[in-house]
């Protein structure tokens, strides 16, 4: 399976029988599969949502925004919990105009799901955990 590295970009070939068990990127030696979301920006945003072939989970987000707040701890947690079946990233609406307009972002938070580049699925508005849960069973 091909895993962008979060820290350095190389695209790295892990086993799928590996994927639980923190591989390590051959390029930077860090680690591919980190139990927290990955930030995004325009530099590295296509190469990280087309070159994965787990699924990626982009929260769209603002610092100014109180229910996105509210919404970063649960989604960090849900991050630690899909590790090796979901990839987490966020994406700084706020800095990252661009990639908002670009994927049509109304709304913060807005969660888009993507398979091999492509957008699946997306919410808007900040989830409790368990409507979190059930909107990532109904997606997956």
């Known amino acids: 399976m091909e895993l962008v590295c979060p820290h350095c970009g190389a695209v790295n070939r892990v086993p799928v029988e590996r994927l639980q068990q923190h591989p390590k990127c051959g390029k930077c030696s860090a680690e591919v599969l980190p139990a927290h979301p990955v930030e995004l920006t325009s530099a590295n945003f296509d190469k990280f949502i087309g070159r994965n072939e787990l699924p990626v989970l982009v929260d769209f987000w603002a610092p100014w925004c109180g229910p996105c707040k509210q919404f970063a701890p649960t989604y960090d947690q849900m991050a630690g919990q899909y590790v090796g079946h979901i990839?987490?990233?966020?994406?700084?609406?706020?800095?990252?105009?661009?990639?908002?307009?670009?994927?049509?972002?109304?709304?913060?938070?807005?969660?888009?799901?993507?398979?091999?580049?492509?957008?699946?699925?997306?919410?808007?508005?900040?989830?409790?955990?368990?409507?979190f849960q059930a909107w990532l069973a109904q997606a997956r």
């Open 87 to 131: 990839r987490f990233a966020k994406v700084n609406t706020e800095a990252e105009q661009n990639l908002a307009g670009r994927h049509a972002i109304r709304s913060i938070p807005t969660l888009a799901l993507f398979r091999q580049g492509r957008e699946v699925d997306r919410v808007a508005g900040a989830l409790s955990q368990q409507q």
